[in-house]
């Protein structure tokens, strides 16, 4: 069945520093989700990349979907202290297993 | 408007027993789901319904029934719970289906279950 990989499964950072987790698929997808968990909550939908070599920002996020639409990550620039948590990315149901990004002030 | 509402929150059961974890959205999605989540683990399906009256399995479905008599509940029965179900249980649900651009999921605040 269908894989979704993502690396690294933990990072942590100092803040001010960037961050950048990677999700690869096993198969094609035809979009892929990214959403953010913070700790003791639940998932929350961040963003949806549909076209080969997608790039969209949100303020200091950037997500990336591969030319192939088999990969796709997520950079922070300059992490702050909310943005600790656990990212995921989804492919046709399937998630991958989260990077926890813990944040040190 | 209420989004995804499951009850309850947080839960003890002694092995054997047999409870059932609400799920209820407001939004008219036709699509719901029930995720289980275990430490270094992510989210793993368990089942899902695409309408009322349709279900089926995910990638991990045993020991967990479903039913979708409307649209707007989805039920997930532990029949007789085991100490490996202990996990945290997420609801989702969307417009649409994965393969759509309507899939964006809504998620439940998460039903926190040990199984002694």
């Known amino acids: 069945g269908q894989q979704v990989m993502q690396i690294p499964q933990y990072q942590h950072v100092q803040e001010g520093e960037d961050f950048t987790t990677y999700c690869n698929s096993s198969?094609?997808?035809?979009?892929i989700q990214w959403y953010k968990q913070r700790p003791g909550g639940h998932p929350v939908f961040l963003i949806q990349?549909?076209?080969?070599?997608e790039v969209k920002k949100q303020k200091r996020l950037t997500f990336q979907f591969g030319e192939a639409k088999k990969n796709s990550s997520l950079h922070i620039t300059a992490t702050q202290t909310t943005d600790v948590g656990t990212y995921f990315c989804?492919?046709?149901?399937?998630f991958g297993d989260g990077t926890t990004l813990t944040v040190k002030p | 408007n209420a989004g995804v509402t499951q009850t309850p929150k947080f839960q003890v059961l002694k092995t054997g027993q047999s409870m059932t974890l609400q799920c209820a959205q407001d939004?008219?999605?036709?699509?719901m789901s029930w995720y289980r989540q275990d430490p270094g683990m992510g989210l793993r399906l368990i089942h899902y319904?695409?309408?009322?009256?349709?279900?089926d399995q995910g990638e991990v479905p045993n020991g967990y029934n479903v039913s979708r008599s409307t649209t707007e509940d989805f039920p997930l029965r532990l029949l007789s719970a085991a100490p490996s179900q202990t996990s945290v249980y997420f609801c989702?649900?969307?417009?649409?289906?994965?393969?759509?651009?309507?899939?964006?999921?809504?998620f439940g605040a998460g039903s926190r279950l040990t199984v002694l």
């Open positions: 319904s695409v309408g009322a009256g349709i279900t």
């Open positions: 990349l549909v076209k080969s070599g």
């Open positions: 939004m008219n999605h036709e699509y």
């Open positions: 198969t094609t997808l035809s979009n």
């Open positions: 989702a649900s969307s417009q649409g289906l994965a393969s759509s651009g309507a899939n964006v999921l809504t």
């Open positions: 989804n492919g046709k149901s399937t």
